[in-house]
């Protein structure tokens, strides 16, 4: 795993410009989706308040993970794991790592989701389970399409 | 570091490799020589993909590659066109990205082949000839303790003067370390001139096995 990062770290170094560029994007569309998370669940329509939120937020983390993930050569994108797939490292510890960087993605949005929910549900004087439950799920769900990114590739 | 197939037997794409026996010995070249589609690169990813599927045993320095794949991939140089190295950047920036993949790699090692090959440092990979990107390949697999080298159609589209310099570097190679060389080839010359060995493997079966002076083309 140490072999793994000390790659990343070399590739986000060489790569500033693209980081910078996807980093940029992922604080943007993951602040708008924490932001929108004030509105509180509605529990009558739970599907079309909660759906705009987990879209930014998946996008968000998807750009969080593209550069880890994905290089670009001759306008084509091409899987990191297929840059590497000769050298002396097994695929799954790639694989590890990259989970490791979509989980403390997870975790932060969903510290930020949570507050930010309990704060508007208290605000609009309409707290109950529901705010508790809203954030769980918005992270289960990123969680799950993180993994679908991560395996998937 | 020698290469043992035994009796390996492979299916991908379509294509079968068959009851492919035959052995790399440490201080010598040996030579895969076949037509196209015979087989040649897809014997090289049996030996190279972390999930390729065969039976049979490939063993290299005596351990079973299967069981050491990460231990012994640490030793070989694959040297091919086909190589996945970061095109867009440079052959030190490469060296520099994948250097942590292996224990033994020695960045002044490399800075000095990268020297002695006359390879440049600062083009990218995508902007080297092919026989520069043949050198940095070799630069990089020197650098890292390489014992056993891989290489796969190296020479092709390689013009004279390179050709002739990179097999100079291959006999040295061969005299100085403690090397194998496995090398696949369809051109006769290389295979007289610089063979120990020669493999002959056509449709995905292995025709003959031969020192160098015994065969003919």
């Known amino acids: 795993m140490e072999a793994v990062k000390a790659f990343d770290l070399e590739w986000k170094k060489q790569n500033s410009y693209y980081f910078l560029m996807y980093r940029f994007i992922t604080i943007l569309l993951t602040t708008l989706g924490i932001c929108t998370m004030f509105i509180p669940i509605d529990k009558t329509e739970i599907v079309r308040t909660s759906i705009n939120p987990l879209l930014l937020l998946i996008w968000g983390m998807h750009c969080h993970l593209a550069p880890y993930l994905t290089c670009v050569e001759e306008g084509k994108s091409i899987s990191i794991y297929e840059k590497l797939k000769w050298m002396p490292v097994a695929k799954r510890r790639i694989q590890a790592v990259r989970r490791e960087y979509m989980i403390k993605f997870c975790v932060k949005a969903g510290a930020a989701m949570f507050i930010v929910q309990q704060i508007g549900g208290i605000l609009d004087g309409s707290w109950g389970i529901f705010n508790v439950l809203y954030p769980l799920w918005e992270v289960f769900f990123l969680f799950l399409v993180g993994i679908i990114d991560i395996y998937g590739k | 570091m020698d290469l043992e197939f035994s009796h390996v037997t492979a299916k991908k794409k379509g294509f079968v490799l068959k009851d492919i026996t035959f052995s790399v010995p440490e201080g010598f070249i040996t030579g895969l020589v076949g037509e196209n589609g015979a087989g040649k690169t897809t014997l090289f990813s049996l030996v190279m993909e972390e999930y390729a599927r065969y039976e049979g045993d490939i063993l290299a320095g005596g351990m079973v590659l299967a069981e050491n794949r990460r231990e012994i991939l640490q030793k070989i140089g694959f040297i091919s066109r086909e190589q996945q190295f970061f095109q867009n950047f440079n052959g030190m920036q490469n060296a520099d990205f994948l250097a942590g993949f292996y224990r033994e790699f020695n960045r002044d ?30 630069a990089f697999a020197l650098s890292h303790g390489s014992r056993l080298f891989l290489l796969d159609e190296a020479t092709a589209g390689m013009d004279p003067v390179y050709k002739k310099d990179f097999f100079r570097l291959i006999h040295e190679m061969i005299a100085r370390e403690d090397a194998a060389i496995l090398m696949s080839t369809h051109i006769e010359e290389e295979v007289t001139r610089h063979m120990d060995y020669v493999v002959r493997i056509s449709e995905g079966a292995i025709e003959s096995v031969k020192e160098a002076g015994e065969w003919k083309p």
């Not at chain 2, 006359?118 to 902007?127: A, R």
């Open chain 2, 109 to 138: 090692c490399f800075i000095e082949k990268m020297k002695e090959f006359g390879v440049s440092f600062g083009t990218p990979l995508k902007g080297l000839s092919v026989g520069e990107f043949i050198k940095f390949q070799l």
